[in-house]
């Protein structure tokens, strides 16, 4: 069963930094890329980032490319977010997503509030 579980959120200062993760199980992780998503409150949800497999390639949404860094650690089946410089329109839950045998799986997220 593939499990997916959200940690690393809270109140942050704009021009803060947070660095979220998401501990994988119930999949061979190294062998799926994964990405990042959000929802804002009254937004729909929107793709952040994304990594490979093995981590040789990523990519960003244009609004937070330059500030947020995606990576992985496949030795221990971690996904993680670097998030820099945040801005009060970066608040929203965060979930960490893969792409399993053609279904979407999730994790419940991982709330990001920033504010001064």
């Known amino acids: 069963q593939v499990q997916l579980v959200e940690s690393g959120g809270g109140l942050v200062q704009p021009g803060g930094s947070l660095r979220l993760s998401c501990a994988a199980s119930g999949f061979s992780f190294s062998t799926y890329s994964m990405r990042w998503y959000r929802q804002a409150p009254g937004k729909e949800r929107e793709w952040v980032a994304f990594?490979?497999?093995?981590?040789?390639?990523?990519n960003y949404a244009d609004s937070v490319k330059g500030r947020f860094t995606i990576g992985r650690d496949n030795s221990k089946n971690w996904l993680y977010l670097q998030m820099n410089n945040l801005k009060p329109e970066d608040t929203a839950v965060y979930y960490c997503?893969?792409?399993?045998?053609?279904?979407?799986?999730w994790g419940k997220g991982t709330l990001v509030t920033v504010s001064s």
């Open positions: 990594i490979s497999n093995l981590g040789g390639s990523t």
């Open positions: 997503h893969v792409r399993y045998n053609g279904m979407d799986a």
